[in-house]
């Protein structure tokens, strides 16, 4: 049995972000659905914090691995929350730029073609995150193409 520390409450209101990632059928999806409706909301929160986002969520999410062994529990999605980040950032917030984003997210993190599949196998944090920051990063030049050609 898993000894519970103090901080271990605080940890799981923001690796569910904000117990999203309890909500029966898609953690993910809706967890990088918050982060979509949060980027439109407030652009200038999310778009332009995005690295300081990506260190809160590697610090917790490597934290919380320790305690998971590695594993990659589908209850915490604060991971999809960070790419969806990472995918928009340097974008304008517009509703279609962010509908977009979102899809294209999704299509990367569910199927995790080449190299997003290969993050997962990095130990800790990073392996939980990184393929997450990659599908961002590939959905950001996508949405870049689609701003900047149609």
Known sequence: M???RPID???SFFNTCC???SIPGAPGTYASLLAA???WLFPAVFGDAV???LLIVFAVASVTMERY???DPGHIVIDEFAGMCVA???HRATLLNVAVAFVLFRIFDILKPFPVG???RLKGGWGVVGDDVVAGIFTNILVLLWTRFI
Do not use: N, P, T
């Open 2 to 4: 898993v000894k519970r």
């Open 9 to 11: 409450g605080v940890l």
């Open 19 to 21: 117990f999203v990632g």
């Open 37 to 39: 409706a949060l980027i």
């Open 51 to 53: 690295f300081a986002v």
């Open 69 to 71: 062994e590695g594993e």
């Open 88 to 90: 928009m950032a340097g």
């Open 118 to 120: 290969r993050m997962e």
